[in-house]
């Protein structure tokens, strides 16, 4: 896309990539799929008023979702920081 050869992406990718960074990844995602789950099962159950209200309760869980996940990935990220420094070079 960028005009970058395979190879010299993979190359640098491995440079600046660890194992840490893999599974703090891997934790987010298990993070963030609990809390969407979590949202939208209690929206969904505390939808009333028929088809708008389930409506309602999808767009709501929709952008609760987002704002949890955004705040999490932000936190998330500074702990990871804070205890694992990224390695320059």
Not at 39 to 59: H, Y
Not at 61 to 70: K, M, T
Request: glycine content about 14%; proline content about 3%.
């Amino acid at each position: 896309m960028n005009g970058v050869v395979p190879g010299s992406f993979w190359q640098s990718f491995g440079a600046f990539a660890s194992s840490t960074d893999l599974y703090f990844s891997l934790g987010k995602a298990v993070v963030f799929g609990i809390l969407v789950v979590v949202i939208a099962g209690l929206r969904g159950l505390e939808a009333k008023g028929g088809p708008r209200g389930v409506a309602d309760a999808v767009n709501a869980s929709v952008v609760l979702s987002f704002v949890a996940i955004f705040i999490t990935n932000l936190l998330i990220t500074q702990l990871q920081s804070m205890f694992f420094p990224g390695q320059v070079g």
